[in-house]
């Protein structure tokens, strides 16, 4: 089921919430939508889910607009930033709910159940009350409740805030395998770049109200369309280059003494300096060509090395796989290097001057 | 496009609640407002003996209303502050009082006060035969009555403020070396300042339109709700009961103003946690402390010993009964109450209209709180709107209910139907608050689950918000319950030779000075009472809440 | 989804057959109420109304119920008032003389001609207008708990006067006379010997020797016994009462009661309504007022040998006809100014 919202605006008293919402997710497929806290994501959400309503614009949900559709009938799962688990019903009932409330007979909720449960690994836990299982048990439960009557639109309002990053890392993946198995399309709300990333097929950074940024993962990570959302995918590295030739639709683009090349989409004459994005791990050390740096600081992050470096009086992140030769990098902090991009296509042009 | 149903399930129960709060409420009180003449409004209230009464009860709920607050805060923080053993069991008993009927308290005041009583032989065994500790049939009677009575109900409120502290800011306070004066200025003070002034507010309302405590002790002390009752078969008694209500709605106004904007807010901070301490170890504060608790708890508890000591004993009680006998119960089962009816009879028709009581007081409080809890504007305007009947003069309710159902077309007085609608107005403020907490602890987010997983609303209010406020419909049900088996003012007022009910029967005893018998038939009251408050305390604790 | 357990099934079962029992008892027990003649009186007559009523009973099979409420004659009294436009009561009992006209002109009460009024004199009759028939008569004296004047050393109260010494404090009393018929008594008995003016003066004057005023007679004796009150207006049958056996009187001055009983209008069983009040009048009905009531009989040919024993006052006063008789307005002002200093 195709979902498109279409100018939503909400506001609370004088605080402008949302302020003209548009984006469109095609069938079966994962929207991430990104954004700060505060941002209307949550709204966002809401608004889809039917449980609050807009001040105006419009949702369509294969074309049919669902405005005036209570939640109850518009078949939307919906996984809660609190799970909202019933205490009362046992892990079982809580899946069944969904289609007991739809009246579905008795024998195909049973079947459904089960294989929902045996879908989320929850065998054994049927009759245990939402207070007597794990954190991560009581996840798969919430998806197993939202997932349970074939939905045709799947709502996650940042189900996986509040665990530790193994158990999210596992759940990242099931959902991603749920997902595809079932064909919903669904709509993921994260403040978290990873989770968007490792999970979506389309993008969306929600600021100040607006969508800004709206497109393929891919293509939104590589090249963000602003700093703003730049900053919000993790693409924090931002350089000022001079601008001093325009070749075959790249701009060519020199820092210092080094000159390298990136996509522009027309051909900007007068323009003197550009800003320029590169994700940190689109940089590399070189012993060549390549940005004049000084290291500031080398440190552990995740599974990666990264560099701090100062390339004019911009500090530039980049993360080097090497975590083996961590101790060695260390040495550098302090000294000249040089930044060699990797690859000049996925260099971004966010601001002309 | 799929349209909305715009008739719900909560939009019914919305109209039905609506439709019982007019019966209620707004129709008797529009039907009182109605019936009286501006110009007797005018000459009432320049009449100087008017104007004294309104004085002398504004006088007395102001002097009870300062120690009774006073004297509950070093209970209230040490029941919050301090966990021990049988410190619940001990909480429990301290509502006891709030519980019994206020009518116990005068019965236990005039055994215990009486010039043959306990004090004036303790008065007379230090200062000689001729000395007499006359207290009783006064305003200081009444006063002194009212202390006991709310005493509990002040302790439970204060309670609650002192264990919301922000214990963040306690801990800062304490880090920066501020002492004692200091941490109260600037942490306990403030925040338990709306607690503070809720128990002041509540308990002068209480003391303002007591009604069954002057009657029986004030003597020659009236005061305005007495007055109606007493001239009720004047003219002059509707002007009184309209500018009664006038009166204690404006003061409701207030309390609910202030309730909204400073009281509720102040609930919601993190609960303190309590410290354990145990007998063998206490430091002297918390000696004092747990001395003065004791104490109170005693004092509190003796109004009840005594009657249910008396009702044992043949002869007047000093504290210990003398000739223990079950003589007045055995009497009371031959005893004629002058309706022609026997004391199983009497007591039948309590039951009987307890149960429909609190059946209807449940049922409804269940409806008006499933009608507006789920959507934030008509919370606020419902929620704080049920304090209003809680705190208005009774007598003027009763004399509203009189014009508009007694002896209007509906010829309802003399039968069982206008004391049990009296009881059900004064009841279900108390029981829709009970519910209402009970039910926000159900967070919205699973009501929005519900709905999404595509369950209709009262679905969802069968399958998960009534099990989850079971608990609290128990309570309410058992709170009507007492609350009707010792309700007095409806029962005064409405009885009939077709209808009496148990207060009414121990009243007549009461105010006929047959000790011995009214304390049987109170002690009877008192233990159904005490049984259900202590069912209501377990469930519900520290969060029984009256405002 | 929506399971009841076995115990919250249960439960809701009991709760629902209380419920639909509680309802069609007290709708079945009010039914069989409304079947009795009702007849309203003061909890004080009480033991003699019962009396008379088993014995119409037994000569007529009628079913009586008899319905006392408040502490006194004129609470009962007032009840019947405020239950004018939906009556109750089909005979009532106990008005007190001095306050019969308030009931007559509240319009609550019919006028009949008894069979047998013949039987009692002219002059016991005071109601002329045929709505109240007089029952019986009593005298009001000063009495006094002779234990405790003597514990204390007190000088022996005599007449209304003596009731001022400040001696007495918190030992004096009368009945409330809003709600008692004795009270009012006391009060007519004060206006009728001083004039209205001096008489309230005085009663304003009495108020600093009074604790409080039991609402009724029943409540005057138990406060008696409890030693709460002393020195008061009591009947003269009350002197050698068993159960207050310290009271006695010097019975130089009293005031004479009388009672009425009368027909209520709108009554639901007018015929043996009117049939139980001249019951009430007859030789049978008289003759249970001395021993069930402690009152003298207003039937010449009733005994009243079982209350030989008690003491006539030397000087009897009457109601002062004089006066203005406007009783409403004398217990407002009781209450206003006197009760309320």
């Known amino acids: ?353 | 496009m799929a349209k909305r149903s715009k008739v719900t399930v909560e939009s019914l129960a919305l109209i039905f609640s609506l439709v019982a709060l007019i019966f209620l409420y707004f129709y008797p009180i529009f039907l009182l407002f109605f019936n009286v003449k501006l110009n007797e409004v005018f000459l009432i209230i320049f009449d100087p003996y008017i104007q004294r009464l309104f004085l002398g009860t504004l006088i007395q709920a102001i002097l009870s209303t300062i120690p009774s607050v006073l004297l509950s805060i070093p209970v209230a923080f040490f029941l919050s502050r301090y966990d021990f053993r049988f410190s619940k069991e001990l909480s429990y008993l301290l509502l006891t009082p709030f519980f019994v009927p206020s009518f116990a308290t005068a019965e236990a005041f005039i055994i215990l006060f009486g010039n043959n009583g306990f004090f004036n032989f303790i008065v007379k065994l230090i200062l000689g035969k001729s000395a007499n500790f006359q207290i009783l049939y006064s305003m200081n009677a009444v006063i002194l009555a009212h202390i006991f009575y709310y005493l509990p109900l002040s302790s439970l409120i204060l309670q609650q403020g002192f264990s919301s502290v922000n214990k963040d800011l306690e801990e800062v306070a304490c880090l920066a070396s501020a002492n004692w004066l200091l941490m109260a200025k600037t942490v306990y003070i403030p925040q338990v300042l709306p607690s503070f002034t809720a128990a002041l507010a509540l308990v002068f309302v209480f003391s303002f339109i007591s009604y069954s405590t002057p009657l029986l002790l004030g003597g020659k002390f009236t005061t305005v709700e007495v007055e109606i009752f007493s001239t009720r078969t004047q003219s002059s008694s509707l002007t009184l009961a309209f500018l009664q209500a006038l009166v204690t709605i404006f003061f409701a106004l207030i309390l609910v103003v202030y309730r909204e904007k400073s009281y509720v807010k102040s609930l919601s901070y993190r609960k303190v946690e309590k410290k354990k301490i145990s007998f063998s170890n206490l430091s002297p504060f918390e000696l004092l402390l747990f001395i003065v608790f004791v104490t109170v708890v005693f004092l509190e508890l003796l109004p009840v010993y005594v009657v249910i000591v008396q009702a044992f004993s043949r002869v007047p009680v000093f504290i210990f009964p003398t000739e223990v006998s079950l003589e007045n119960f055995l009497k009371l089962f031959s005893f004629d109450f002058g309706f022609g009816l026997s004391f199983i009879k009497v007591l039948l028709y309590s039951l009987s209209i307890a149960f429909l009581v609190s059946f209807t007081s449940t049922f409804l409080s269940l409806l008006f709180v499933f009608s507006y809890i789920r959507t934030e504007r008509l919370r606020r305007f419902f929620s704080p709107f049920f304090f209003f009947p809680l705190s208005m003069s009774q007598a003027s309710l009763a004399m509203s209910l009189m014009v508009a159902y007694g002896l209007s077309s509906l010829k309802l007085y003399g039968t069982w139907y206008l004391i049990a609608i009296g009881q059900i107005s004064v009841i279900v403020p108390i029981t829709v608050r009970i519910i209402e907490v009970s039910w926000l602890k159900i967070s919205n987010e699973v009501y929005e689950a519900s709905m999404t997983s595509g369950a209709s609303r009262l679905f969802c209010f069968l399958s998960l918000e009534l099990p989850q406020v079971y608990p609290s419909l128990a309570s309410s049900f058992l709170l009507s319950f007492a609350s009707s088996l010792s309700e007095f003012t409806f029962s005064n007022f409405f009885s009939t030779f077709n209808v009496m009910t148990l207060p009414a029967a121990v009243y007549e005893l009461i105010a006929s000075r047959n000790l011995g018998l009214a304390s049987s038939l109170t002690s009877l009251i008192v233990v159904s009472v005490m049984v259900a408050e202590l069912f209501v305390s377990k469930v519900l604790g520290t969060e029984l809440r009256v405002i | 989804m929506i399971k009841l357990s076995r115990k919250q099934a249960l439960s809701l079962a009991i709760l629902v057959i209380l419920l639909l029992a509680s309802i069609l008892y007290l709708n079945f027990t009010q039914q069989k109420l409304e079947s009795s003649l009702i007849v309203y009186g003061p909890e004080g007559d009480e033991y003699f109304a019962k009396a008379l009523i088993s014995a119409f009973q037994k000569r007529f099979g009628v079913n009586v119920t008899y319905v006392h409420y408040g502490m006194g004659a004129v609470d009962i009294c007032n009840k019947l008032i405020s239950e004018k436009n939906a009556p109750q009561a089909d005979v009532i009992l106990g008005i007190p003389d001095f306050y019969s006209k308030v009931v007559v002109n509240s319009g609550v009460l019919d006028t009949f001609i008894p069979n047998n009024l013949s039987l009692i004199p002219k002059a016991e009759v005071f109601d002329p207008t045929g709505h109240v028939f007089p029952l019986d008569k009593g005298y009001i004296l000063i009495t006094y708990n002779s234990t405790i004047i003597k514990e204390k050393n007190l000088p022996v109260p005599s007449t209304l006067d003596d009731l001022l010494n400040p001696a007495y404090k918190g030992l004096v009393f009368y009945q409330d006379p809003t709600s008692s018929g004795t009270g009012l008594a006391f009060l007519v008995w004060v206006l009728s010997t001083k004039g209205e003016t001096e008489g309230f003066n005085f009663l304003k004057a009495l108020e600093s020797n009074i604790k409080f005023h039991p609402p009724g007679w029943t409540s005057s004796i138990n406060a008696l016994k409890m030693g709460e009150i002393a020195i008061g207006s009591m009947y003269s049958t009350d002197v050698g009462y068993s159960e207050v056996p310290n009271l006695t009187t010097t019975a130089e001055v009293g005031f004479v009661y009388r009672e009425g009983i009368a027909l209520v209008k709108g009554a639901k069983h007018p015929n043996a309504a009117k049939k139980f009040i001249e019951f009430a009048l007859s030789n049978e009905g008289q003759n249970l007022v001395a021993p069930y009531n402690y009152m003298y009989p207003v039937n010449p040919n009733a005994s009243y040998s079982d209350i030989a024993y008690a003491p006539i006052p030397k000087e009897v006063v009457t109601f002062n006809t004089s006066l203005s008789g406007n009783v409403t307005q004398w217990l407002e002002l009781w209450r206003r100014e006197v009760k309320s200093q």
């Open chain 1, 1 to 353: 089921m195709k979902v498109k919202v279409v100018n939503l605006k909400k506001s609370y008293g004088n605080v402008k919430v949302l302020d003209g919402v548009s984006f469109e997710v095609p069938s079966g497929k994962l929207l991430a939508l990104l954004g700060p806290s505060g941002s209307g994501k949550t709204t966002t959400l809401r608004i889809i889910a039917g449980l609050t309503k807009q001040d105006s614009g419009d949702v369509y949900f294969d074309d049919e607009n669902v405005n005036n559709l209570p939640p109850q009938k518009r078949n939307v799962g919906m996984v809660f930033q609190n799970l909202a688990l019933f205490p009362n019903l046992t892990v079982k009932e809580n899946i069944a709910y969904p289609l007991v409330a739809r009246n579905v007979p008795r024998e195909k909720i049973e079947s459904r159940v089960n294989e929902i449960v045996n879908m989320l690994e929850l065998n054994g836990l049927e009759d245990r009350l939402p207070s007597q299982i794990s954190g991560g048990q009581q996840q798969r439960v919430a998806i197993g409740r939202a997932i349970a009557p074939n939905v045709k639109l799947l709502l996650l309002d940042e189900p996986f805030t509040s665990l530790d990053l193994p158990l999210k890392d596992e759940l990242i993946d099931l959902l991603k395998e749920i997902q595809r198995k079932l064909g919903t399309t669904t709509i993921y709300v994260t403040h978290d770049e990873y989770e968007a990333a490792s999970l979506s097929d389309y993008i969306a950074t929600l600021l100040e109200g607006k969508i800004d940024c709206f497109g393929e993962t891919f293509s939104v990570l590589s090249k963000p369309c602003s700093e703003k959302s730049a900053k919000l995918l993790g693409v924090s590295n931002m350089v000022t280059a001079k601008v001093v030739g325009f070749e075959n639709e790249y701009l060519i683009l020199k820092v210092g003494d080094y000159t390298f090349k990136a996509k522009a989409d027309e051909k900007i004459i007068n323009t003197k300096e550009v800003k320029v994005l590169i994700r940190p791990n689109n940089l590399e050390l070189s012993s060549e060509s390549g940005f004049n740096a000084t290291v500031e600081a080398v440190n552990l992050v995740k599974d990666y090395v990264q560099l701090k470096a100062k390339v004019n009086s911009n500090f530039v992140k980049i993360y080097l796989e090497h975590i083996d030769k961590f101790h060695e990098l260390k040495k550098l902090v302090g000294r000249q290097v040089k930044l060699k991009i990797k690859n000049e296509n996925l260099v971004s042009l966010v601001e002309f001057i």
